[in-house]
């Protein structure tokens, strides 16, 4: 029988991370630990650490492993870091988030994803994240600001009211560009003078619609 815990490919995981540049220590660690095989459709879990995006529920994907790891070491995250993510999907970037940072505030638009998302968080023990049910275009004031974003899905641009949400020295780190093509990663900064923006790599993300999915 296949073992399902330790593929092949996850053999080649760490290697082919690194060999991509990913150089931080910290980051290489926790995609080690995470267990990405827990966070993809049991028909998948054989491929789970190849580095290839995987189809969820609700038509949305899991982020391939480097595309994971990238976004995590631009975010430059600190212990004290309180940091919110748009668009939850199985829950596996906010795992990683959560053992580099303080809290993990995450929101999906699609219920099955949030639901099955926070318990599969609970039953992993990432006790630091809070999965809720919401609109990533219209968060509630009550959430208040944060000192890392990262969105999982694409934005045609990045909306102002998710920028100001940012701490003096933020870090937002997003997919840009046409919804149905290939996007950049920005890599936003929040200074004394504004926003410093810079593109890093091209990437291709399901798109960030707005609202509440109305099923699923």
């Avoid at 220590?25 to 995006?53: C, G, K």
């Avoid at 919110?84 to 099955?112: D, P």
């Avoid at 609109?135 to 944060?146: A, K």
Wanted: hydrophobic content about 40%.
């Amino acid at each position: 029988m296949p073992d399902l815990q330790n593929p092949p490919q996850k053999m080649m995981f760490q290697l082919n991370l690194r060999r991509r540049g990913i150089s931080d220590q910290a980051v290489l660690r926790t995609m080690e630990d995470v267990p990405r095989e827990r966070f993809v459709d049991p028909a998948d879990r054989l491929d789970a650490y190849r580095d290839m995006a995987l189809g969820i529920a609700c038509g949305q994907t899991i982020s391939q492993p480097f595309v994971v790891a990238y976004m995590t070491e631009q975010l430059q995250l600190k212990k004290s870091d309180r940091v919110l993510e748009i668009g939850t999907g199985s829950g596996y970037q906010a795992a990683v988030l959560s053992k580099l940072c303080g809290q993990v505030l995450t929101i999906e638009r699609y219920r099955t994803l949030a639901d099955r998302a926070r318990a599969r968080l609970e039953e992993l023990g990432y006790h630091n994240v809070e999965v809720m049910m919401g609109d990533g275009f219209d968060i509630p004031e009550s959430v208040g600001s944060f000192d890392r974003i990262i969105a999982t899905a694409a934005m045609e641009k990045i909306p102002d009211a998710l920028a100001d949400r940012l701490e003096p020295d933020g870090i937002l780190i997003a997919p840009v560009g046409p919804l149905n093509g290939v996007q950049s990663l920005v890599r936003l900064v929040r200074t004394d003078g504004g926003f410093e923006s810079k593109q890093l790599v091209d990437v291709r993300f399901v798109p960030a619609l707005p609202g509440i999915a109305r099923e699923l």
